[in-house]
T-cell receptor, first 113, second 112 residues
């Protein structure tokens, strides 16, 4: 079974731009969660989508948004990029049944200049 | 959300057992204890989880204190591939919140 895939793996943007990251979950998984990892803040939960609906949300500004498609693939978008948005963005998928084991992708490394 | 306390770092010699402790004194009765680890340049991966009883799988063992305020992840024979940051995460299975709150974790160094 293929694992969680994320594209692109690396991305460089400038302040003020917007970016869209993509995540393909493991086949059969209906829940996709997104996390941000920075050296200063560690791993922080962004949001979770289940059956195309946002089910949980972390404490991030509205510039961070996401969506999930009917095939469970998910995208997250960050608008008006700031230098502090430079981070590793990780996607995790699970069956979605009450905090199942989550399977993480390799992440997208975003650098904002 | 229950808070956890883990040592920042630990060292182990290769092929020796490693005991990684975690204090979670504010854990609720319905919280499971999950352990994940993150190898260098990779996303986190699931290691093991438990509720009250000790648990074993092919990767590790999890020993949970009787009062559930602490737990210990046991790697029976550390290998170089086990060098990673280990996270202990209490997870509420009652609320349906499918999000993980990672703390700072324990960085395990395995010495050849």
């Amino acid at each position: 079974k293929a694992g969680v895939t994320q594209t692109p793996r690396y991305l460089i943007k400038t302040r003020g731009q917007q970016v869209t990251l993509s995540c393909s979950p493991i086949s059969g998984h209906r829940s996709v969660s997104w996390y941000q990892q920075t050296p200063g803040q560690g791993l922080q939960f962004l949001f979770e989508y289940f059956s195309e609906t946002q089910r949980n949300k972390g404490n991030f500004p509205g510039r961070f948004s996401g969506r999930q498609f009917s095939n469970s693939r998910s995208e997250m978008n960050v608008s008006t990029l700031e230098l502090g948005d430079s981070a590793l963005y990780l996607c995790a998928s699970s069956l979605g049944l009450l905090t199942d084991t989550q399977y993480f992708g390799p992440g997208t490394r975003l650098t904002v200049l | 959300d229950a808070k956890t306390t883990q040592p920042n770092s630990m060292e182990s010699n290769e092929e020796e057992p490693v005991h990684l402790p975690c204090n979670h004194s504010t854990i609720s009765g319905t919280d499971y204890i999950h352990w994940y680890r993150q190898l260098p340049s990779q996303g986190p991966e699931y290691v093991i989880h438990g509720l009250t009883s000790n648990v074993n799988n092919r990767m590790a063992s999890l020993a949970i204190a009787e009062d559930r305020k602490s737990s210990t992840l046991i790697l029976h024979r550390a290998t170089l591939r086990d060098a990673a940051v280990y996270y202990c995460i209490p997870t509420d299975r009652q609320t349906g919140a499918n999000n993980l709150f990672f703390g700072t974790g324990t960085r395990l160094t395995v010495i050849p």
